[in-house]
């Protein structure tokens, strides 16, 4: 098994993909960033150079730091261009077939000696490492959004992952800068497990009518500190990852307190997936946010 990261695959080039793509490449990581949809990643490198832009306005980053990070990262829409990377982080839909197929379709890509990792949210790391060829080398690397701003990352072993692999997701995270919490492998882990089910009692508290959306979101601000009120931040998670997490935490721990809402099931069904979309609990397509309820 390869013993130290140089090169980088990352499927999936969504808001978390282009986000791991950005942080790899500012750490000297070569990078191919791939997606089914040319558009998408068209739009992740837009995004990645915005980003980029940006933290040298703000004095985070130097002009050549960026330069450099940009000339690290290549996008391709052919899965054939990972045969020669260390590590493949999968970050497409949080949809256990999406992910089944995409590892059934790699694997006999990339080397034998390549890691595995997948930024699931939610789903069995157990389970998806048993669908690949390599479940000792395979991975759970959980990122947090927007993953340029957040410092955590959860590693998962699923019940196979061997110790050399979680020694070098652990050095990877380190040289990115990032901060681990180590979580078994459970529905939905750490973060989620206790996150996703206020979002959903959020968008209950919507649905029942006890409040707006506005008053509710300034209530979690105001009233429990919190930076974004947690229908803002479900808008900003995407409501159809939050839909998957809540049908993970269901199904995983048989409990009804974990049940979606339907609000948040109409929501996914009418397409309106939160920022991504420019439609969620808020409508993004003016100059401001305007709640929609
Ligand atoms: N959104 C969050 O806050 C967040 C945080 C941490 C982890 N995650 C996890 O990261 C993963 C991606 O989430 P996201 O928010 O970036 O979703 P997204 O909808 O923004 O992006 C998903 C991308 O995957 C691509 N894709 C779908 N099938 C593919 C395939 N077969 N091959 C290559 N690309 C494919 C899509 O074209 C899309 O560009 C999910 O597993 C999610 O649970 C999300």
Redesign the pocket.
Known sequence: MVSEIKKIGI????????GIAHVCGLSNYDVIL????QE?LDK?MATIQGNLARQVASGKVSEETKNNALDKIKANVA?ESLADVDLVI?????NED??R??FA?VTPIIRPDAIIA??????SITRLAASTDRAEHFIGI????PVPMMKLIELVRGIATDESTFAVAKQFADNLGKTVAVSEDFPAFMVNRILLPMINEAIYTLYEGVGTVEAIDTALRLGANHPMGPLQLAD???L??CL??MQVLYDGLADTKYRPCPLLVKYVEAGW?GR?TQRGFYDYRGETPIPTR
């Open positions: 499927i999936g080039a969504g808001q978390m993909g282009n791939n997606d089914i949809s998408n992740a899965l999968e970050a497409a839909t949080e999406v992910k197929k995409i379709a997948s930024n699931t949210s939610s789903i959980h990122f947090m959004n900003f998670i995407g159809d990852t998957s997490i997936l991504k």
